[in-house]
């Protein structure tokens, strides 16, 4: 029984082994130290370790693992397991360095979708362990394949509705009309922030606060208002009324000079003020402006009423109250009566 | 904002002589390291064959090789953050203050000073043969130590274009050499006979002595790369060493691993065979005298590779006593530099006295040979001492800064570090156990002692603010105070 390198080959395993030994250990010590950093490293170097552990089984076997395993075959068989397996944990690895966490985090700043994180996770374990049935353990790809064929039309038989939410999930995933965080309407709904997407729903945080769950297909459905991702800022609008003797210049100038003086707006668009219609004594004005954050719509859209309110009483215009001349005649005294009559209501 | 005081205290540091800097750029530093290693692929290392035989020392070669990667990757990371001529003792200063500083400081000059001594002694055995050959009387050896500390000493006080020349001369004419030597015994060259040792019970014809020697030629193979870290301590005679220094470590690293496998593999399988090769004091003899003759002229071509060594090892040394001295380890008149050539002539003239001192003492010991391997496991000891600073150093500085600006980043990170101190750590423990060196190691060990008694008793632990690993400690941590 072999238990020493007998050829140029397996003196370079032998060196390998070593070498690997030592930096599987010091990769082990680095990550227990930096508190799980580095798990990349250590699955790719794991791999590495075990796949030359399988190429020196000639004789490595005999020399450590003799004792471990009942026969070379199955030393083997363990060490391409662990070698794919490894590789398996290394590929997910690089995927969450370079694409969860770089592609989403780093370059996007946007959390990346858990549905799409965990499709992608389970299709890299699922080949990995697909590879390992069939190149370590000889089962072959077409008994697997039918397998699964059949087991795909079992399920979607029985799972039709559910597997409809999953697709729509991934369709949804990859044409992202909204990400995770962003303001969104979507249909008649109620607006709210999107919270999280899983395999069946997407979750949106309404403004008082509770969770709404939509299912995937019904987003997939509707039109989908994104107020997060406006280039230029959400317009919008309050109405008012004053009295219509007022010079529509005069209120225009010092109305978007409050408002540009607030810092509630953005200065770019630019706040208007524009005059809309003329009724019965009274003035309609629609005072527009930009914001960035629609999450903050109520909150800005309160000052901006107060800022309206102050600014009206500073500059001695009362709110939109009609005034109304009426004028009776009386033919028997001649007598001209003239009242005038207010009505809030009008 | 550490970005900023690494900025002003680089450009502070550097010497003034900013013109003369540029010329020395990436060949120049790599001739300075490889040189210093060169000498091992000349001998030592063929030891290793009789230990192991070919399979065996060839592992114990690569993983040597794997060591000296790990130790080039790092120390060429820690010399981008801090390019200060003290090198190790730079890095060991700034992350584990004054007293890991000095005890640093101590394992590299126990060592460098231990392998020129060997060097010189070595040398001189042959140099005082050469007249023989034309019929005249023995040199005296003490006269060709003066000879030879004379000429390298000036060498390295007359000009950092001299020295720097010289070095890739030397380098590569030793890398040649060896070349040379392995082109012409290609011919008869026959890959059976790497495989001629006879076989132990326990081995076969690739590991004779099985996995034992393998372990037992893991010493022989540090040879190879040996010293090669002396780069780091030209950080502040080279043009941006930022770059240039990870840059030519990296190369020099790359050239002694190829040249290494080529001399490792065509001269055991050469004539006069394995056996022979593995028992020679100069391996490379054979080959040279196939190809050159028998004459004494190319038995001096044998020591190519211990002169360039030697060059190369004067100057990182007086490097290290000039940085000693301007962090207040030695008296401060070292620090000055020849006007001219802008080089440490002080600190030059104490390393030629001290390898001298160290040269002329072994007159009064009954065996030079003894003395000889004494030194040359005191000059290993020293180096795997100042690795072991080097692999700490870096692990420090990666956990307690780890936002610090790095020009250059070793691959390896800190796995590489872990196990380059793990496996420094064991070849430490290796030649303790195997290596037939205790009295070095109780010589190193005494040495530690004093240095540290040293430390405490001259009160070496004040502060020296003028120093610019002291202005790059407090730069570190003042933005956390």
Redesign the interface.
Known sequence: MQSIPENFVQVVELAAVLILTITVVSELIAVVLSRGHGLLNLGMQTAALAFALYLARAWIFNLVFASIFPSINQFAEFMLTITIFAAGVGVDQLVKYFIWEGHFSRVHKIKPPGLLVGIVRTAIYLVAILSILQFVYGQTITALATLSGAFAVVLGLSAQTTLGEMFAGIAIAMSHPFHIGDWVKIGDLEEGEVVDQTWRTVRIRTRDKTIMNITNRVVAERPVKNFSHAPIGIRQSEMIQVSNQLDPHWIREILVKAMNDSGLVLHEPAPNVLFKKVSEGLADYAVAYSISNYAEKPIIADKIWKIIFATLQTNGVAFGLPERRYEILDQRTNLKMVSAAKDASA | MIRDALMTINTSSAPDSGNANARIGVPMAWGLSVGAAVGGLYAGWNLGLGQAGF?GM??AT??AG?LYLFLVMSVSELVSVMPYAGGTMSYSLVVFGRFGGFIAAMAVLVAYLCAMSSILLGVTQEIVKFPEGFGLSHLSAPLVWAALLLLFGWLNVSSRITFFTTALVLSIGALALLVLVTAGLLPSFSPSELLALAVAPT?????PN??TG?VLAIPFALWLFLSIEVGIFSAEDVSEPQRTLPKSLLLSFASLLMIALLVLIILPGSPPGVLAISKLPDPLGPGLHKIFGRSPLVDLLTLAGAIAGFHSMVYASSRLVLAMARAGFMPASLTKVAPASGMPSRAVVVVCLAVFALVFATRFVASEKQVVEVLIHLAAIGGLVSYLFVFAAYLKLH?TYPDLPRPFQSM?????A??GL??VAIGLLLLLAFGEAATAFGAFASISIAACIIFFIAGLGRTDASAPEEQFAQSLNKPQA
């Open positions: 399979g060839l592992v690569l993983v794997a081995g076969n014809r690739w590991l099985g996995y393998v956990s390896f990170g800190a796995t590489g872990i196990a793990l496996m």
